[in-house]
């Protein structure tokens, strides 16, 4: 079961906007009181690309993302800058050989520069985790996002790789990776270890995270408000950097700082 499809109906309404795969849905909706465009990765069971049938984000994803958000800059350019929220629900890029030879690294970079460049100008952009954002999917859609809100629920998982490839990758078994993991916050999955890093901006309670009931909605709703507010004019990931996890990279950045004054 997806969750971003069970998810976007609620948020958005409306319909998907037309010249979109079919594994990428599109709305235009009302934001307190402005436009939004929300978009949603979700499972196409007749992808052309079989590793990109579960709702992984491939070759047709990335550069649709891309051109959903590049679209949206482009038709703001002159006018108010539009939210753009990305309902999140992605297990992973699409490993293949043809995702390789095609470029899936170019075009999971174009919705990475895409969702950057609308952030920096000016358009708030949120990332809403309502389940998995794992590895090279999570990078391409929402990462770039100023504000990160997570539902805080056990399917909500957060992570480079699945359990099973960071065993092998390691040379561990997936008890010893969950051991390890309990140590160190970069190596878990959960939300806490996670929020440790000063990544998440809010984390929900919602009565039912697969099937949101109205109230979940309307709760989910105020929050993505109560965000493009925060925001404000802000095009940077500053406040990223205050999580009880980024003492190093404070100090790196500080030091940095230093040196380039003195020079």
Same mark, same amino acid.
């Given at each position: ?78 006018? @108010? ?18 995702? @390789? ?73 997936? @008890? ?49 408000? @109560? ?37």
């Amino acid at each position: 079961m997806n969750r971003a499809l069970n998810w976007l109906p609620g948020l958005a309404g409306g319909e998907s906007l037309p010249g979109y795969p079919a594994s990428l849905r599109v709305v235009d909706a009302e934001l307190d009181n402005r436009l939004a465009r929300f978009i949603a990765v979700v499972p196409d069971a007749d992808n052309p690309f079989p590793r990109a049938r579960a709702g992984e984000v491939g070759l047709l994803e990335g550069w649709g993302l891309a051109k959903a958000v590049n679209e949206a800059v482009a038709a703001d350019r002159h006018g @108010e800058k539009r939210a753009i929220v990305a309902v999140i629900d992605v297990p992973s890029q699409a490993y293949g050989r043809r995702e @390789e030879a095609l470029g899936i690294h170019q075009a999971l970079a174009g919705a990475v520069e895409a969702y950057a460049q609308a952030r920096l100008a000016g358009h708030p952009v949120i990332g809403l985790l309502v389940g998995k954002a794992m590895s090279g999917a999570f990078l391409a859609h929402g990462y770039q996002a100023q504000r990160l809100i997570a539902l805080d629920d056990s399917g909500v998982l957060v992570h480079a790789m699945g359990k099973a490839a960071a065993a092998r990758i390691t040379l561990r078994s997936v @008890e010893q990776l969950e051991a390890l993991a309990a140590e160190i916050a970069p190596m878990a999955y959960d939300l806490d270890s996670y929020a440790s890093l000063g990544l998440l901006w809010r984390r929900l309670s919602v009565q039912d995270a697969e099937s949101p009931t109205p109230e979940d909605i309307a709760q989910v709703r105020a929050c993505l408000a @109560e965000a493009v507010r925060d925001i404000g004019a802000s095009t940077d990931l500053t406040s990223r950097l205050d999580g009880e996890n980024r003492r190093a990279s404070r100090e790196v950045r500080a030091r940095l700082r230093q040196q380039w004054q003195e020079a």
